[in-house]
T-cell receptor, first 112, second 112 residues
Framework: KAGVTQTPRYLIKTRGQQVTLSCSPI?????VSWYQQTPGQGLQFLFE???????NKGNFPGRFSGRQFSNSRSEMNVSTLELGDSALYLC???????????FGQGTRLTVV | GQQVMQIPQYQHVQEGEDFTTYCNSS?????IQWYKQRPGGHPVFLIQ?????EVKKQKRLTFQFGEAKKNSSLHITATQTTDVGTYFC????????????FGGGTRLMVKP
């Protein structure tokens, strides 16, 4: 069974630009969550999608958004990038409610 | 809001020594999950504890969930260099999905 796939693996963007990250969950998993990981703040929850609906949202500004498609693939978008958005963005899929999370390898975003 | 704290933040051990990391939540948890992240890698699920006072073992790793379901610990017996990484505990933030609050992690370094 293929794992969680995130693309791209690395990105370098300029302040003010926008970026879209993609995540393909494990086949059959309908829950997809996104996390931001930085050395200073650790792992922070961004949002969770389930069956194309945003089920939970973390404390991030509106510049961070996401969506989920009918095949459970998910994208997250960050608009008007700031230097502080530089981080490892991790996607995780789960098979069920309160089940373990399977993480992708992440997208390393650098904003310059 | 819910907070999950882990101590210590770092731990250096000599190979063969034991290691313990502690996790405390500000709220009662329905379950506690543990993840390991190798340097340069992504979090990998280790185990989930659900019952009050539950103890689970995986080879040299022993996981405990406190009676009040607000604290947990991970103990590694006779550490090996392959144990190197950051160990995170995580608890569901509410009962409405797969939104996890992660502890800050304990980074384990093992000297051969």
């Amino acid at each position: 069974k293929a794992g969680v796939t995130q693309t791209p693996r690395y990105l370098i963007k300029t302040r003010g630009q926008q970026v879209t990250l993609s995540c393909s969950p494990i086949s059959g998993h309908r829950s997809v969550s996104w996390y931001q990981q930085t050395p200073g703040q650790g792992l922070q929850f961004l949002f969770e999608y389930f069956s194309e609906t945003q089920r939970n949202k973390g404390n991030f500004p509106g510049r961070f958004s996401g969506r989920q498609f009918s095949n459970s693939r998910s994208e997250m978008n960050v608009s008007t990038l700031e230097l502080g958005d530089s981080a490892l963005y991790l996607c995780a899929s789960s098979s069920d409610f309160l089940a373990e999370a399977f993480f992708g390898q992440g997208t390393r975003l650098t904003v310059v | 809001g819910q907070q999950v704290m882990q101590i210590p933040q770092y731990q250096h051990v000599q190979e063969g020594e034991d290691f313990t990391t502690y996790c405390n939540s500000s709220t009662t948890l329905s379950n506690i999950q543990w993840y390991k992240q190798r340097p340069g890698g992504h979090p990998v699920f280790l185990i989930q504890l659900v019952k009050s006072g539950e103890v689970k073992k995986q080879k040299r790793l022993t996981f405990q969930f406190g009676e009040a379901k607000k604290n947990s610990s991970l103990h590694i017996t006779a550490t090996q260099t392959t144990d190197v990484g950051t160990y995170f505990c995580a608890g569901p933030r509410n009962n409405a999905g797969n939104m996890l609050t992660f502890g800050g992690g304990t980074r384990l370094m093992v000297k051969p």
